[in-house]
């Protein structure tokens, strides 16, 4: 059983819109969860991480979390062309292990 | 700023051909990783280090083997490669026990194996 499941796409939406990026998980005993960010060519970067249910916000980004339903997502408010990347959720592993478990990834593009 | 190098961006190798992709770090960390990513597959994790001459196996570990002999170095080997591990590899890094466990990545080798 895959334990992040995420919609690979793709997704492309026109400059301004609001992106919503969604992940399921199938197990709850995880304390972490992530959204890391890859542009073309290069290598993931942590873009946000939230440790409870509730909602994170930092400037354009929103990371949810919803325990009772094991939803992860991430929205994207007013997207840019420069939004334009893949998108990888993930979650810690079981007992605070060093280790991450990614989704496939969803790759967005925002036309201008 | 974390610096995570590959010494490869292109790599074109020939069937049973032994292989070593290398990665380096600079920030001390404790924790390095292998990945490959494929369409449709993802990150798949083959092969994770904590410590010098620490590894345990990853998801996929078939047909390869690491070495970390120093703290910032760690290298993934294929020892036959085969067409099957034409895909991008990815090393990360991370600190020891500090949540929440951020993996700092490199910027991926991308093998072609003919």
């Known amino acids: 059983q895959k334990e992040v499941e995420q919609d690979p796409g793709p997704l492309s939406v026109p400059e301004g819109a609001i992106v919503s990026l969604n992940c399921t998980y199938s197990n709850s005993a995880f304390q972490y969860f992530m959204w890391y960010r890859q542009y073309s060519r290069k290598g993931p970067e942590l873009l946000m991480y939230?440790?409870?249910?509730g909602n994170k916000e930092d400037g354009r980004f929103t990371a949810q979390v919803d325990k009772s339903s094991k939803y992860i997502s991430l929205f994207i408010r007013d997207s840019q062309p420069s939004d334009s990347a893949t998108y990888l959720c993930a979650r810690n592993t079981q007992g605070g292990s060093e280790k991450l478990v990614f989704g496939k990834g969803t790759k967005l593009t925002v036309n201008p | 700023d974390v610096k995570v190098t590959q010494s490869s961006r292109y790599l074109v190798k020939r069937t049973g051909e032994k292989v070593f992709l290398e990665c380096v770090q600079d920030?001390?960390?404790?924790?390095m990783f292998w990945y490959r990513q494929d369409p449709g597959l993802g990150l798949r994790l083959i092969y994770f280090s904590y410590d010098v001459k620490m590894k345990e196996k990853g998801d996929i570990p078939e047909g390869y083997s690491v070495s970390r002999e120093k703290k910032e170095r760690f290298s993934l080997i294929l020892e036959s490669a085969s067409t099957n591990q034409t895909s991008m590899y990815l090393c990360a890094s991370s600190v020891l026990a500090t949540p929440p466990y951020e993996q700092y990545f490199g910027p991926g080798t991308r093998l072609t194996v003919t």
């Open positions: 939230t440790y409870s249910s």
């Open positions: 920030m001390d960390h404790e924790n």
